[in-house]
């Protein structure tokens, strides 16, 4: 169960609420986020069940019977869907986001070649990483905050947010300072540290889906995210690992359908990652747009021929222009259907 | 290397190559289609290098170098996309083909009620398993030829073609008598003595893409079918085993490019028991449609609460009519456009 | 539940049950084995157990209630291990079974060394293709009948058993002339028809587990042969398609403790087909056999780099000779300490 | 290429050795262990072999071609088996290390009751987790430091070394200060960071293999450790994710000939995760003894019916002991034989 404090409620109301709790041999998670604070009741079910008749306490907007694991996450939790406003772009409210750029971040110059392309294309969102997570100690680790700044500045004068990913505990306020969205990669969802850390940040936080994980453990880590205070989660598919060989990843477009289900938060798609094939990014994002995705991330970089990493995945420019195309219409059409 | 024979070529001509191929110590094996005769030419590499040299042979109207195992399903043996034409019903044609129906033939009635449905919602297609295969041998395993006259009866009144399971190479010539195109199963992909069967029985063949199959191993099934005399293949994507339990399996659509990109061949894909969710045809529906599929199959039933097998993932009559509207509007979009 | 006729039973007897079955409107699924006559019920629980009260009629033996879709092949219907007697060869009864020669017949002479190799090194039974699965339809499809009758010889000669595959339908009758043991093959383990025709054969038949076969649907396969009839049925764990590719497949080593806990039929293990590659086969064998495996089936072949199929992963002679060694000591010591 | 320094080397022979390479235009990673130093050298490869063509320079040992990314892992670096000295108890070194112990660290009392019977058995060390990384937030989430002073106490008294779970960056110093071995989890096999950190603890570390990481990923991840400065890596089987559910994960004792094949390090297994069954630990853990598994990592808890976590998978002391006495048997037996 999870106990919903009232906007106004004081430090008073809180504790006599934590109070009950305990006199029902019950334990609590305290979720403070910016907007409100949550009690999360952990236990016994039928010493829930009697809080729940006993309460109709100062200070309580409402209790929620929640019956998963993730709570602040879940449909039950919230019924309409979350729209998150990154500074006047909003995600989830209808119109597909578009974030796109590089792998890596290679130079200046790349950067800003590539976030022209991007931002005349008609994207909202720059990517790059500046801290690279590499299967080998010994491949390019990123331009770490030389990276950073880089992004940032490309970002502004292109008219661009910054979307780009944090390893590192140590370096979430970091990369904080100049991102406006903090991704967390694949290999890193169930880091549950980080976690908690970039839940504490104040910006909103993108999820990619691990490479093996089910929809459930998805949840849980974004219920990590949200119990740690942010509010603002969007979640990424970016494929799963599968038998197949002849795609980078398998791009599993169900779990678009499977998210909005279960939960009230975004999800945008990477077909970039997923597929690892320049030729499938334009109809794997149509087909993601289609199943109700909110957004694609694309890889985009001026020369895939010389890029420091995911050459063969990354379009130029000029085939970004028209993938922005196809998307737009047939996201008017989709909108306009209904 | 394949070689291609002219269409007015004689029986001495082709007695005459294959006399040359024998010489070069090189075997052959021979596909005797309804329109062509071709001649995979198997053996050393060298030897086949040197008949390519003395082959300007009478009656020859081509040879070509494949790289792949599979040759006549492959691109590089048919540049332009093949239609399919099923009595006049086109798949591969441009406007996507709706296939759809009960998962198994349970009546009379029942079939009578879902043709209807079926028909007045657009579909082309009545679909219907009269022989079921079951995991258990204790499950309903069908109506067998009985149901196959009820599929061909409600089909032929309510305007419908009829699509159906082959299970057994003894039973395809009576499948063949009643069905306009023999499907092949996805737990049957590589039952090659089944593929040989029905790639004689001179009716278009659909091929499910099996549980686990690679890209390149359906692709080497489908090889089995043509090889065998059958020019009309269509691929079905179906959804993969993965570890994810939320769906059913998980739905590939990148598996409509890539075989667009490898084959000549059209490509239909099965929502329903991809994802074994009624909520989910819907959206994968549009989503195969705008990845650029031909078509979709749909598992309709008029009263899904009692149906004999999979009743979770079949449409009522009432929603298969408003997920066609989609596919329509999907379609006229996405067809206007280009 | 399950009705199983006593040895004396009369065909009066048997048309009581029936009639009583009928009357409590339950169905029924006739097994009709070399050694008993088992009346498998279907239908809804309540009129099952109403039928299990009335139920001491003549010539019944037992009935059991049986909680999966599977029932004869379950460790519930048979508590005892279940030894397979192949003409004095016994398998599942303590000491492991060896299975071992080529991938495919190529030639009597190339049969005849292996076979004397395999003999010598102590394996009891002669493996090799006569009828081979490819994935191309241009690969070497086997030498058939005649690699039919070279199995047979080289393994009379030798004091050998033959293990073989069969494909088809069709050959069924022929395979079972030549063969002592009839394998069904991976991609054949959902073939049904099959599955219900050497059920009827007269042999013992080794399954092998599908590609992406769960334990569940792998005991359900075996239950259609068992049900058509055929007691004697041997598993074969060959490895599963995962994400790995180091290894061919997967080896699931325990699928043999799954199976020996919810059936009471042997399993043998394929080292060779599961890793691909030869280095593995000695240390996977005397794993499996360390499991609780009832044998292996190993490739040997007397030249394993000019053998037409699977050479990486063939033993030679002098290998083999090593694993025998390995593989009889880690037995006589396992069942030496219990 | 890798250039190992001698022993005696001088910091100008490093400073020279590194002129060379920039001279060269390529690029080197310095790892300085304990025991050596180790320049690897990156770049264009005609480079690098003209700098192996000069390179006999003051205070080199030897330079290592290296065909793999991973280089310090490698069989090709180092030919003989490493044999990682923890105190005087040996893994690598012939006989099987055991650790065992409880999933969670509970409380005191459980911890020396599990002790003690991890010690009668003959284990060498005691397992059991002060953080655990659970799925959702509201599990919970372990003792922390006070869990790591128990585990201390407990596994003094009883005469046992302590392996245990570091999951955060900023208290591996911490977990270091208790712990005789640190682990990491299979969800942090790629947490980059973390692997940089434990690295440079001076400690040995055990990797566990991630839920879906290839022989190759996990090969690389031990290469962040040891590039870091650590020799003593220790690999740890823990079952990969597959489609099968009758088992938790599915146990590939292939790779335990993979990892003695590509690399010189240990490798242990633990059958309790990789199953989930407490029936299937015995017959597991002597498979991957017969396989060429170093030891086994085993879940044992005074009273699996009341445990934390893990219960199901988790061995009384009293089967324990059997456990123990089936693999001594089982290694004896090896090594005598040899």
Redesign the interface.
Known sequence: MIIVMAPGSTEADLENVKKKIKEEGLDY?LSTGSSRTIV?V?GDKKAVSRLEMHCCLSGVEKTVRITE???LVSREFKGENSVIDVDGVKIGGGAPVVMAGPCAVESMEQLLEAAKAVSEGGAQFLRGGAFK???????FQGMAEDGLKMLKEAADINGLKVVTEV????TVDTVAEFADVLQIGA??M?????L?EVGRAGKPVMLKRG??A????WL?AA??IM?AGCDDVIFCERG????????RN?????A???IK?LSHLPIIVDPSH??GRR??VR??S???????ADGVIIEVHPHPEIALCDGDQSLRPEDFKFVME?IN??SE?LRG?R
Do not use: W
């Open positions: 998670h999360g952990i694991k993730y709570k997570p590499r299967t080998s100690p010994y491949d390893l590192d505990q140590r290999r890193n169930q880091n549950f540290q980080l908690k490479l093996c089910t929809i459930k453990e849980n219920e990590y119990s799963i690992r599968t038998y197949e060989t002849y795609t398998t791009l599993d477009l169900s678009v359908v499977a289900e997923a597929t030729s499938m109809p794997m149509m087909a993601a747009i289609a199943a109700g196809d219409r047939m059409i259907g």
